[in-house]
Structures are given as C-alpha cells and as structure tokens.
Nanobody, 120 residues
C-alpha cells in the first residue's frame, strides 16, 4: 500500500507560479514511477508529467513543456510539480499518482487531489 498526500494548490493569476507537493508513505520502495495528472470539470483525467524511479526519465504533456517541472526529493519521499507561467486553461484538480508493479499487473495509487485555479 502506498499513501499519497498532495498540497500546494490555490488561486493564482495568469502568469504566476505554484509548486505542488506530494508526500508518499507506505511501501515506497515498490514504486516504479510517479506522476501528476489533472482533471478539469467535465473532462477526463490527463497526464501532466511523470518520471521513472529507476531511470529518472521524465515525460511531459505538450501543453506544459517548458513551463512545468517534475522533481523528487528522495530523502523526504516527496514529489514536486513546479508550475510557472500558469494559464487559465491549467485550472483543474491536480492528482499525484504512483504506479506499483504487483503480481504481473500495475497498481495505481492516487492522492486526494488539490485544486489549482488560474484567473485571467
């Protein structure tokens, strides 16, 4: 079991910045990759950024490339999403995700989500 707790969301003006945090606990050593997703009202949950634990490779949605950065502090078991040059279309609930291989499957763990609202 992995527990994820997000924080750092809020209201910001367009062009501003926010940093989201995701604190992981539980079976952390079993995590294969971690990611941030967002979900706007009436839309599906979408991948924003991810990285693999072993290789450290990162992946970003085209809409956030050059503006968002995903990073990890291993000592604190925390993953961050630094969001710069925010746009109104970035408004969504942001969820932290951890993927754990188990019994020939991948199990997804999710945090409770944190609201990000960007005003124009």
């Amino acid at each position: 079991q992995v527990q994820l707790v997000e924080s750092g969301g809020g209201l910001v003006q367009a062009g501003g910045s926010l940093r989201l945090s995701c604190a992981a606990s539980g079976s952390i050593a079993s995590i294969n990759s971690m990611a941030w997703y967002h979900q706007a009202p009436g839309k599906q949950r979408e991948l924003v950024a991810s990285f693999t634990i072993s290789g450290g490779s990162t992946n970003y949605a085209d809409s956030v490339k050059g503006r968002f950065t995903i990073s990890r502090d291993g000592a604190k078991n925390t993953v961050y999403l630094q969001m710069n040059s925010l746009k109104p279309e970035d408004t969504a609930v942001y969820y932290c995700n951890a993927r754990v291989p188990w019994d020939m499957q991948i199990v997804d763990y999710w945090g409770q989500g944190t609201q990000v609202t960007v005003s124009s």
